[in-house]
Nanobody, 125 residues
């Protein structure tokens, strides 16, 4: 059974930093595109950042470029999202996902791959 577990969320003031972690079991991270997604109340889920298995192909949403960094540790089935210079508009539930490299890259479709339960990030002004 595949399980993805996110951690590291919390409440911070604007300008602060958080580091999200996602660990998995029941799958081999190196076989998947791994990504971070977020969903704020009343809004659609959006892709934040994704990385192919070697990390050579990455995606960042325009809104987080230069502030967020995705990294992955395939040997330990883990991915991370370093979030700096956080803004109130970054407030959302953050999810990690493992997606087939044959699916659309960094797809927001919840039928694509495996998803964690999420970790809440709240940024106050």
């Amino acid at each position: 059974q595949v399980q993805l577990v996110e951690s590291g969320g919390g409440s911070v003031q604007a300008g602060g930093s958080l580091r999200l972690s996602c660990t998995g079991s029941g799958l081999t991270f190196a076989d998947y595109v791994m990504g971070w997604f977020r969903q704020a109340p009343g809004k659609e889920r959006e892709a934040v950042s994704c990385s192919n298995w070697k990390g050579r192909t990455t995606y960042y949403a325009d809104s987080v470029k230069g502030r967020f960094t995705i990294s992955r540790d395939n040997a330990n089935n883990a991915i991370y999202l370093q979030m700096n210079s956080l803004k109130p508009e970054d407030t959302a539930m953050y999810y990690c996902a493992a997606q087939s490299p044959f699916d659309d890259f960094c797809s927001t479709s919840q039928t694509s791959g495996y998803w964690g339960q999420g970790t809440q990030v709240t940024v106050s002004s």
